[in-house]
């Protein structure tokens, strides 16, 4: 067993830490985003991160093992202010962060974005190319803008089942 694997190029900015568990693999063009100091970002082991994804992270980012992170994916535990109107936004300053919780077994689809304050269970499939804002619970499968359930599996009958809500 290793420590990481980091493809460069390979970017922190700020004063936080990222912290990786064993056999994680990071590929190229990956970054990091700390605007407060003391904020982490942990990597769980043996989990696999895709090109261009990128944290940014005021507060606590977990993502757990085993997990298998696509493409052009975004996790933030924080935002930008926009309250008020007379000041651009660019100079507004940070929302209030909120931890992101990611669990273990988890595939994140291409192109999604996590937003603050989100858990996500294990055994969590996450379609390509969706907004999560809300938690999601272990073992299902969402997908889109915002991010719904579809499936999920039901321990009782052994199958995944369609959810309807």
């Known amino acids: 067993m290793g420590g990481p694997a980091i493809v460069q190029p390979f ?10 568990g064993k056999n994680v693999f990071v590929a190229e063009h990956a970054f990091f985003s ?21 944290a940014s992270c005021a507060l606590d980012i977990t ?18 202010a926009y309250d008020d109107p007379h000041k651009p936004i660019l100079i507004s300053g940070m929302t209030s ?3 992101v919780r990611i669990g ?20 969590v499939m996450i379609g390509a190319n969706s907004v999560v804002v809300k938690d999601v619970p272990n073992y299902s499968v969402v997908a889109g803008n915002p991010a719904r359930i579809i499936k999920m599996f039901d321990f009782t009958t052994g199958v995944w089942t369609r959810y309807f809500d």
């Open 104 to 123: 273990d077994d988890v595939l994140i689809g291409v192109g999604t974005f996590i937003g603050p304050g989100v858990t996500v269970g294990n055994h």
């Open 63 to 80: 993502i757990g093992h085993s997990c298998l992170i696509g493409e052009r994916v975004f996790i933030a535990d924080v935002g930008h």
């Open 34 to 54: 700390f605007p407060s100091p003391g904020s982490r970002v942990t990597i769980g082991d043996n989990t696999q991160v895709g090109r261009f994804f990128g």
């Open 97 to 99: 962060p909120k931890a």
């Open 11 to 20: 970017s922190v900015y700020g004063y936080g830490e990222v912290v990786y």
